[in-house]
């Protein structure tokens, strides 16, 4: 397998659910990214994680909670979200955490609260 | 603030060309990127411009200038499966290292 994948695909989840989205890349990079793309508005910086630290939290409710166990892994718990956290969230990877280096995304999770 | 707008949406014909602009007022510059994203799939990677000028790449051509904070996606010999929204983002330094996006221009490619 090689890229960026991602599971589920999909996730319907209620205001009270716990879940997690997984995220794993098969390149070798040390920089990874978690964004939200809601219909007609700009991909939103969510977190960046570098060497499996966290190097930036744009802000996010604390409702979503990123984990990096490893330069491969990168993890997105979920719990109580608001139907207005409906969206695709979408994963990347770049070589390091520089704005200059390619990101290469993944497929995404697209995500509903109900 | 930063702003990067870019039209909404644009309709084209198979076999000619289109070009798609993205104008920018950011604090700080490195470099701007194309990425095309079809509908249900992920961003992938179409060019990086970091110098003023144009560059060729097959049928996709990206131009900067820098000056006007202003560039274009040139998409030539339109082929169906080039239906897709194309983001424009730039690379930023100012106080942080990271991208931002425009909201995405949906290509449509009519037979």
């Known amino acids: 397998e090689t890229g960026v994948t991602q599971t589920p695909r999909h996730l319907v989840m209620g205001m009270t659910n716990k879940k997690s989205l997984k995220c794993e890349q098969h390149?070798?990079?040390?920089?990874m990214y978690w964004y939200k793309q809601s219909a007609k508005k700009p991909l939103e910086l969510m977190f960046v994680?570098?060497?499996?630290?966290?190097?930036e939290n744009n802000s996010v409710p604390s409702r979503f909670s990123p984990e990096c166990p490893n330069s491969s892994h990168l993890f997105l718990h979920l719990h109580t979200l608001q139907p207005e956290d409906s969206a695709l969230y979408l994963c990347?990877?770049?070589?390091?955490?520089?704005?200059?280096?390619?990101?290469?995304f993944g497929p995404g999770t697209r995500l509903t609260v109900l | 603030g930063q702003n990067i707008d870019q039209p909404t949406e644009m309709t084209a014909t198979e076999g000619a060309i289109v070009q798609i602009n993205c104008t920018y007022q950011?604090?700080?510059?490195?470099?701007l990127f194309w990425y095309q994203q079809h509908a249900g799939e992920a961003p992938t990677f179409l060019s990086y411009?970091?110098?003023?000028g144009l560059e060729e790449k097959g049928r996709f051509s990206s131009f900067l200038s820098r000056s006007k904070g202003y560039s274009y996606l040139l998409l030539k010999e339109l082929q169906m499966k080039d239906s897709a929204s194309y983001l424009c983002?730039?690379?930023?330094?100012?106080?942080?290292?990271?991208?931002?996006f425009g909201t995405g221009t949906r290509l449509q490619v009519f037979p």
């Open positions: 990347a990877s770049s070589h390091a955490w520089d704005s200059t280096d390619t990101q290469y």
């Open positions: 390149l070798g990079h040390n920089a």
């Open positions: 994680y570098s060497l499996e630290e966290r190097v």
């Open positions: 950011t604090s700080g510059f490195n470099g």
């Open positions: 411009n970091v110098l003023d």
């Open positions: 983002a730039v690379s930023l330094s100012y106080n942080t290292d990271k991208l931002i």
